[in-house]
């Protein structure tokens, strides 16, 4: 039986990336026997080119039928002037299909050290897990005339039942690795955040094998940077997670290296590179495939289970970078290769 993965090329470099990443899954197919069907689906900006709406029903229908999705990019300057945004259709997908668990990883590869603008953050290998269908993004908000001027406002707003759904994902992931947890808030500043400190404490006992510490933004985005050894997995709010979870790509070396899972409490989830469109670099087959690659490591993963053939995507893809780099990554011991010639030599050594 085939596994049905909808694919969004987006918008930028979104399509060699995923063209890259499917070189990689059709050599994941042959050699481990895995049938994948692929149906092409239109979002974004290039949605919006088209139909005006940056994700047509037809689109969200054909994601809600799927078992997987995989997205390369979505937005740009080009649609910065346009009545609706292409970042709109990833928050509609988000809500429609309630991903609200966000797993970013970071690992710095031995072979990168040289290149990580971090000193001394060899060994780093953590995980973010960012709440993603609540808090800021998702509350109310406007903006009104006051005799101060034009005032806006966003809101923070949390449920002890969305915290505790993401808290267990953070718990249950943490068990399977170093049982390490790092929460992260602003209790003393977020009443949001000190009711998320009181779930997440509240059901440790849970997970008794699973030690947890807390610490406040503001400190946790200094100590990923002094110390990003002392982590193992963060689980925060949806602002804080964005931001931390770009901060730590300069840990990996590079945000081309950067993938992430978007997952809900089916096994329907979403995949994509943490990178941006980079319309600057799209068409010229320069851009790093790495971060598109491993999130479909995380797709096999997470939505099928087939952990062996995650395992042979991720050890093929550091296997090639100790000889092979795109220009974010390069080293001059190293040889430059394209986005296509990066994923091809990942295949061939899957």
Request: charged share 25%; proline share 4%.
């Amino acid at each position: 039986m085939a596994e049905n993965i909808a694919v969004i090329r987006g918008d930028g470099v979104g399509a060699e990336v995923i063209d890259a990443t499917l070189v990689v899954l059709d050599k994941i197919s042959q050699k481990h026997n895995i049938d994948f069907k692929y149906t092409d689906v239109v979002a974004g900006g290039a949605a919006i080119d088209r139909f005006g709406n940056p994700l047509p029903d037809e689109s969200l229908e054909t994601l809600l039928k799927s078992d997987a999705i995989l997205l390369g990019a979505l937005g740009g300057p080009k649609w910065d002037s346009a009545p609706v945004r292409p970042e709109q259709a990833l928050l509609a997908i988000r809500k429609n299909l309630n991903l609200y668990a966000n797993l970013r990883p970071a690992k710095l590869y031995p072979s990168l050290n040289g290149i990580c603008p971090v000193k001394n953050a060899d060994g780093t290998d953590l995980i973010i897990v960012r709440e993603l269908t609540g808090g800021i993004y998702y509350g109310k908000r406007g903006m009104t005339r006051m005799n101060t001027g034009l005032t806006a406002f966003d809101t923070e707003s949390y449920g002890e039942l969305e915290i505790e759904r993401i808290t267990r994902v953070a718990y249950e992931l943490a068990q399977k690795r170093k049982k390490h947890l790092t929460s992260v808030d602003k209790a003393n500043i977020l009443q949001s955040s000190a009711l998320w400190r009181k779930v997440v404490h509240e059901i440790n006992g849970d997970y008794p094998d699973v030690t947890v510490d807390d610490l406040y933004v503001d400190n946790a985005a200094m100590q990923l940077i002094k110390q990003p050894q002392k982590f193992d997995v963060i689980v925060t709010s949806n602002m804080f997670g964005d931001i931390l979870s770009d901060e730590a790509s300069v840990l990996a070396g590079s945000m081309g290296l950067l993938p992430s899972a978007s997952l809900n409490d089916t096994t329907l989830g979403l995949y994509e590179p943490v990178h941006g469109s980079a319309p600057d670099i799209a068409g010229l087959d320069v851009v790093n495939p790495s971060a598109a690659i491993l999130s479909a490591a995380m797709m096999l993963r997470y939505s099928f289970a087939e952990y062996d053939a995650a395992d042979s995507i991720e050890n093929a893809v550091e296997k090639t970078l100790n000889t092979y780099r795109t220009a974010d990554v390069q080293q001059n011991s190293k040889t430059t290769v394209k986005c296509s010639e990066f994923a091809k030599i990942v295949a061939d050594n899957i």
